[in-house]
């Protein structure tokens, strides 16, 4: 005969998962003003639109591998209570002892603590096992806290630098004359800045983020996972590079207007879209390399 839940262990089940509601609650409530400061700073400042996307995208990768909140919880009280103890930590001493710092910072740890405090309620009620199996989708809201000013600089001049040698090398291999001044390229007639708002850091970091989750969905072995994930990097500079060579060519030898154009200033998305579309050919790459590894000749057993 099919078995029916009881009334009675609905309730239990609500009884028993209301501290966990509660501490997740009560952690939205402290944390209210860094969380509307960060999604504010995702809906001004490009470098920082990723953020709007991950927690649907974690909620997502959540429900597709919902099959691992079906065993039996064993909840870890003395992991989700040390996790509890340094978000707490942390964010008392955001809150009294960084007066001084710049808000950036403050904001950055403050979401920091939040993350840590969301993942210490998950290990303390769940376990480690569910943890572990979820791991990537839980610590994924990392990327939540956003990237202070001082390493969001750096990684800024970085691409532009290394945007300028990608575009360099596109015009040698044209033969194009190019010399390059740190990020100033000069072709004949025309001398190209790499400024900030041309860095693409938006793209790049949106790039990054894609492929994290394509690698965890897509691919098995933790060393195809970090070459699809690192080979992000150069490509967000590649990319760039791209963008410059073909619009100074077109520029310099059909049309100067472009420079003007929808296509320098709102075009960066058909060259991001291009850089997804070769990390996808590197993940089939991957991908079937692993399922060939996978299949390969087994050994005759002895008869």
Known sequence: MPSYARPGDNLSKILRALPFACLLAGSVALGWRPLVSTFTLA????????????????????????????????????????????????????RFESNSWPPDMKIALSMLALVTWW???????LGTRTFRALLFPFCFLFWLVPIPAFAL?????????????????????????????????????LDIEIARECSGIRSSVM???????????????????????????????????LRIFTLVQIGTRVDPTIFDSDLHHRGGILFFALSVAITLALLWFLRRTENLESCGPRTASPR
Not at 60 to 87: D, F, H, N, W
Not at 153 to 164: F, K, N, T, Y
């Open 43 to 94: 809906l001004t400042s490009e470098a920082y639109t990723h953020i709007l996307l991950i927690v649907p995208l974690s909620c997502a990768l959540i429900y597709l591998e919902r099959e691992t909140l079906s065993v039996p919880r064993r909840p870890a009280v003395a992991a989700g209570t040390v996790l509890l103890a340094l978000a707490l930590l942390l964010g008392s001493f955001v």
């Open 119 to 125: 993942i210490g309620c998950i290990v303390f009620y």
């Open 153 to 189: 600089d750096e990684m800024i001049r970085l691409l532009q630098r290394q945007s300028a040698l990608a575009a360099r090398v596109l015009f040698m291999a044209a033969g194009v004359p190019v010399t390059q001044d740190g990020v100033v390229l000069s072709v004949p007639g």
């Open 207 to 241: 790039l990054m983020v894609t492929t994290m989750v394509l690698a965890h969905l897509f691919l098995r072995s933790w060393w195809r996972k970090a070459l699809l994930i690192l080979a992000a990097v150069p490509l967000a500079a590649i990319k760039n590079g």
